[in-house]
Every structure is written in structure tokens, then in C-alpha cells.
């Protein structure tokens, strides 16, 4: 009976009940948008940074995690490669030298982080082939090609075909310079990054610092991510003395970046749901007063308080309900077709690179977010309809009636 007189009383008043739920429809679409928005940004953000520039794990030389010098290469040689792929966690995985240089044209001087790879197995573990937007990727083993960021080469007025001189040390020391001609240029998407940063082969550099078979780093891509505490422990076990770390410590920044993230997504939906409570406290309050005169005959002819307190409050998790439900289903809806054909920022091109992030945003939720939303609406009305239900169950009968 309660809550059948708590239905009909919300529709007594067609416009304010309307008029919440739409709020409460609108308020909840536009937080989980929001919030799905921040999401897939980081989301996007994690994956390309994982998959396509610091893998799941890496392997260096104790000291080369702080000081990143030449000489701290690890001593392995790079055909225990092979053995690590063999591994069933293991996705692809690849070893690269790594080199502080300063790279020179005609016009421009500047520091560069030289990495020499082995292209086909760098092209399974970071795809980094799929960044060449020029020219080729390291097409000619053994030579001196050299892969530069389109930023950096529009810096240095270079293009394909062109000459620049890197300098660097070797194993003993001793400063090497040496010509490498541009074979191609590529775009990651983060302005920093493609001015950091140039690639070469493996086999030539390593000639050039004097590091014979070996290398600095060795990165692995998982199959899962789950298993990074496991083949941490058989890495160890394979290469003892060697470091090895997982992308929240190669990266501490990322990992934070994806904490705040999840964050900010709640923030929102915590802001959307106080305005939810205000605004249903209001609405409820209003009611209470209008309906002071009849909630006084009730209880004179019988209604107990406890059943007053039960009316206000299923009227409100009813208006909450319904324009809850709407929301969740539009913000659904709308969450999974913009997932689907993306958001296009290139107009803001130039800013969505300089913070690495795609200009093409996917918006993602995952479904327990949406369960997680309902149970919150709920718990908003509830705590919303206490003070209206109070002042309703507190009402003198006797003197309500007479208004």
C-alpha cells in the first residue's frame, strides 16, 4: 500500500517529477560521459605507451637504470634472445643498445637518445614500423640508416636522404663520430618523444661502441599482464645479477597518470551525484511542505510515523529510480556508440601531442561501472530523502490539519 501511494503521489505533480528525473537522466549522462572520456584517454594513453614503447618488462645492468652510460651493457649475449621467446608468457621480446649522442646537421645541434635495434624483432614487440610515415624502416642490415622523429627532422631542416653526424662515446671512452643517412621518418604521436629519440641497427652501432654481441636492455611484451611477477622471478633466475623491472618502474609517472585517472573518473561521478542529493532534498522538501495539511490527516486517522518516514522515502528512490535508470541507459547507449566511431580532436592536434595522447579519443566503461552507478543513485536517494522524511514524521497532527 506504501508504495503504491508513494507512485501515485509523485505523478500528482506531473511537472516537478518530470522535471527531477530528466535532471537526474541528464545529470548522470553527462558524469558517466565524463568519466568515460577520462577513461579511454588513459586507456589509449597505457596501451600505446606499454605496447609500442616500454613493453611489460625490461632487463638492463644494475647500474645503467640510474646513470644510462655506455659501458653498463649487460654482458649477455643477444642470443639468449631466443631462450626468453621460447617462454609461453612471453608475446615478443626484443634487445636494444641505447647510446647518449648529439646529433648534427647543417643548421642544428642537439642531444639524442641513439637506439640500435634489431628491426624485426623490435617490429614485433613495439610495432614501431607502423610510426614510419616516410621512407622505410631499417630496411638494410648492418648499415648506417638512421630513423628520425618527423618533429626533429623538421627542427634540423633535414629530410629523407639526408646526412647527419652523431657523436658519442664508446666502451673505453673515447668519443666516436660517425654519418648516418636518413632512411625514414616517423611520427609516435608525442612531439617529445620523436624529437628524443633515433633508431639504427643494432649491428652497427654496437661495432661503432665496441659492445660486441651484447646489449643495454632487453624489453618483453606479455601475453598478459598478469604475468609480470612471475616471469620477474624467472628472468632473475635466468640472468642473475641483471635488473629486472616492470613498466610501473620503468615508468612511475604512467602509473600514476593511470591511478589519477581512475580517480578523476569518480570525482566526476561524485560530483554529479551531490547535485543529485541536493536537488532531490529540495524536491522532497517542497513536497512536504505543500502536503503538510494532508500528511497531518493521515497520521490523525491512524497513520504511524514510521509509515510517514517510509512514504517520503520510497517517493524519493522512486523519482531517483526512474531518472537513474534513464541515465544509466542513455550514458550506455551514447558510451558505446562514440566507443565505437571515436571523438576527433585533430583540431587540437598539435596540444593532444605535445601531452602524448591520441587525437581520436574512445570512450570506455566497463559494465560493473554501470552496477556500481545504480547502487550509488540509491544510496544518494536515500541519504537525500532522510531530512524530508523527518520533517514529515516530526509534523503535530492536530495543527497540521488546521493549514
Known sequence: ?????????????????????????????????????????MLSRFQEFIENQISHLQLHHPDFVGQQEVYQYTGVHRDELQKVLENPMVRAATVRTKVHSMIA??????????????????????GFHNNVVEGSYLEKPGTNEVLLGSALAEKMRVQLGSRVVLTFQDVDHNMVSAAFVISGLYETGHTRYDESFALVHMDYLNNQVNIGESFHEMALLLTDIEHIPAMTQELEAMFPGLHVRAWNEV??????????????????????????????????LMAVYERTREIGMMMAVGMNKQRIFALILFETLALSLVGGLFGVVSSWAIVSWVSRVGIDLSAFDDVMKEIGFSPVIYPVLEATFFLTLILFVMLTALVASIYPSLRAMRLNPAESAKR
Do not use: C
Open 1 to 41: 500500500m506504501i508504495l503504491r501511494m508513494a507512485w501515485r503521489n509523485i505523478w500528482r505533480n506531473k511537472l516537478r517529477s518530470v522535471t527531477i528525473m530528466v535532471a537526474v537522466a541528464l545529470g548522470l549522462t553527462a558524469g558517466v560521459f565524463a568519466s568515460a572520456m577520462i577513461n579511454g584517454m
Open 105 to 126: 646537421s647543417a643548421t642544428y645541434t642537439g642531444g639524442v637518445e641513439l637506439m640500435g635495434v634489431l628491426p624485426k624483432q623490435e617490429k614485433q614487440t613495439t
Open 251 to 284: 615508468s612511475p609517472e604512467m602509473s600514476v597518470l593511470v591511478e589519477a585517472g581512475d580517480v578523476f573518473s569518480y570525482i566526476f561521478l561524485v560530483i554529479i551525484l551531490l547535485g543529485l542529493a541536493f536537488g532531490l532534498l529540495n524536491t522532497m
